[in-house]
C-alpha cells in the first residue's frame, strides 16, 4: 500500500522552461509534506516544505502547492536550471515517521 | 564542515555473514535515523533514535539491529545478512523528533551487496 506514490519516473524539460513535478498521496493523516533533491552518490538533501493547512509555499525558484481535497501536492521550478536535474522525493509526515514516494528524475536539457 | 558520516561506502557479504553500518553526525543533533532505499521505491525507515538512550522501530526493522552509542553516533548491525537486503543505506539527523517540518540531513549511503 503505497501512501505516497509520484507517477512519473522521469520528466524532461528544457533549461529555462517550468518543471513540475507531481505527488499523490492516500494518508489524510499527513501534517507535513517535503520536498527532497537527490544527485547521484549522495544522499538527499532537503528543498521545501508545505503545511497541510497551507496551501501554497514559496522559497525562490522553487513553489509547493497543495490540494488537500485532491490528496495532490506539485513543486514548481521556475525557471529550471541545469544544476537541477536530479531525483525529486515528495515526502509526507505522519507521527513522527516519513513516508517516500519512489522519486521522479528531472533532466534540464540545455 | 562534515555533516554525517556514514561508513563503509561500499561492501559485500556473503549470506549469513554480520556487519556494523557506522554512522556519525558533528551537527550536535538529538535525532538519528536509519534508511534503505531499493530500486523503484522511496527511502524505508528501519529504526529511528529520537535522543541519545532511545531507539524505535521504523517500517521496516526486521533483520536489523542498533545502537545510540552517544548523542553522535548511531550504527546499524546485520546479525545475519540475506540478500533481501541488498540495497543503499542511508544514515541522517535532525535537530528534534519534534514533527512534520523538521529538515533531516543525511549521509552519503552505503551501497550493500549481499551474495
Known amino acids: 500500500d503505497q501512501q505516497v506514490k509520484q507517477n512519473s519516473p522521469s520528466l524532461s524539460v528544457q533549461e529555462g522552461r517550468i518543471s513540475i513535478l507531481n505527488c499523490d498521496y492516500t494518508?489524510?493523516?499527513?501534517?507535513?509534506f517535503l520536498w527532497y533533491k537527490k544527485y547521484p552518490a549522495e544522499g538527499p538533501t532537503f528543498l521545501i516544505s508545505?503545511?497541510?493547512i497551507k496551501d501554497k509555499n514559496e522559497d525562490g525558484r522553487f513553489t509547493v502547492f497543495l490540494n488537500k481535497s485532491a490528496k495532490h501536492l506539485s513543486l514548481h521550478i521556475v525557471p529550471s536550471q541545469p544544476g537541477d536535474s536530479a531525483v525529486y522525493f515528495c515526502?509526507?509526515?505522519?507521527?513522527?515517521?516519513?513516508?517516500w514516494g519512489a522519486g521522479t528524475k528531472l533532466i534540464i536539457k540545455p | 564542515n562534515a555533516g554525517v558520516t556514514q561508513t563503509p561506502k561500499f561492501q559485500v557479504l556473503k549470506t549469513g555473514q554480520s556487519m556494523t553500518l557506522q554512522c556519525a553526525q558533528d551537527?550536535?543533533?538529538?535525532?538519528m535515523y536509519w534508511y534503505r532505499q531499493d530500486p523503484g521505491m522511496g527511502l524505508r525507515l528501519i529504526y529511528y533514535s529520537a535522543s541519545e538512550g532511545t531507539t524505535d522501530k521504523g517500517e521496516v526493522p526486521n533483520g536489523y539491529n542498533v545502537s545510540r552509542l552517544n548523542k553522535r553516533e548511531f550504527s546499524l548491525r546485520l546479525e545475519s545478512a540475506a540478500p533481501s537486503q541488498t540495497s543503499v543505506y542511508f544514515c541522517?539527523?535532525?535537530?528534534?523528533?519534534?514533527?512534520?517540518?523538521?529538515?533531516?540531513?543525511f549521509g552519503q549511503g552505503t551501497r550493500l551487496t549481499v551474495v
Open positions: 551537527m550536535n543533533h538529538n535525532s
Open positions: 508545505i503545511s497541510s
Open positions: 515526502a509526507g509526515n505522519s507521527n513522527y515517521q516519513l513516508i
Open positions: 494518508n489524510s493523516m499527513f501534517d507535513y
Open positions: 541522517a539527523s535532525s535537530e528534534a523528533l519534534r514533527g512534520g517540518n523538521t529538515e533531516a540531513f
